[in-house]
């Protein structure tokens, strides 16, 4: 079946660095993946949408600046948190779509710890 | 507004026993229904999927079901495990593949 990884799945920083988390798609092309945010005990909000090749479709109230999304190929996406701040820890999941397909499948999340 | 709601928002059941899930939506074009288990700290996990035609899907001890009409889903769980405990969400896909997430339902199975 199709199998999404991410990596890290967990990271630790400190206050004013970036991190980048990656999204790849092992054993089939993705067109389309987005990246969720979400906190304790609430479910996913989705943050933007990234196409291949394209500029990705970020979300209402979701700093484009704050989380840059590049999706250079059809297997990879990245997220970047820029000079991250405690209040951007969270757990951060993508998701890709194949291509001609309807499935969905999500990867295991990446929680991200600012000190 | 297109929304997504579940129901109950906590559920403890005993280990063997049954439950249903519940999931309501206001989504409208409808392209498609999904129940997704995530574990915490993981992931969600597609269970179902479920189109306008269809009324019933299983997939193992889990069964779903939906009511186009009533714009109604349920998730139910035959003969619960301690591994069925998890966030259960429900997503509703519109028009333009816009996904809609349900807040999900936190389920315990107890021994």
């Known amino acids: 079946g199709a199998v999404v990884s991410q990596h890290p799945s967990w990271v630790i920083c400190k206050s004013g660095t970036s991190v980048k988390i990656e999204c790849r798609s092992l054993?089939?092309?993705?067109?389309?993946m987005f990246w969720y945010r979400q906190f304790p005990k609430q479910s996913l909000m989705l943050m933007a949408t990234?196409?291949?090749?394209?500029?990705?479709?970020?979300e209402q109230g979701v700093e484009k600046d704050k989380f840059l999304i590049n999706h250079a190929s059809l297997t990879l996406s990245t997220l970047t948190v820029t000079s991250a701040h405690p209040e951007d820890s969270s757990f951060y999941i993508c998701?890709?779509?194949?291509?001609?397909?309807?499935?969905?499948?999500f990867g295991a999340g990446s929680r991200l710890t600012v000190l | 507004k297109n929304q997504v709601e579940q129901s109950p928002q906590s559920l403890i059941i005993l280990e063997g026993k049954n439950c249903t899930l519940q999931?309501?939506?206001?989504?409208?074009?409808?392209?498609?229904l999904r129940w997704y288990k995530q574990d915490t700290g993981r992931g969600p996990v597609s269970l179902t999927i479920?189109?306008?035609?269809?009324n019933t899907k299983s997939n193992g001890r889990y069964t779903a079901t939906l009511d186009a009409d009533t714009k109604q889903s349920s998730l139910h769980i035959t003969a619960s495990q301690l591994s069925d405990s998890a966030s259960y969400i429900c997503?509703?896909?519109?028009?333009?593949?816009?996904?809609?997430f349900g807040a999900g339902t936190r389920l315990a199975v107890h021994p």
């Open positions: 999931c309501n939506y206001t989504v409208s074009p409808f392209s498609n």
């Open positions: 479920m189109t306008f035609s269809e």
């Open positions: 998701s890709a779509r194949s291509v001609g397909a309807n499935v969905l499948t």
């Open positions: 990234s196409n291949e090749g394209s500029k990705a479709t970020y």
């Open positions: 997503v509703v896909v519109g028009g333009y593949n816009k996904l809609i």
């Open positions: 054993d089939f092309q993705a067109t389309t």
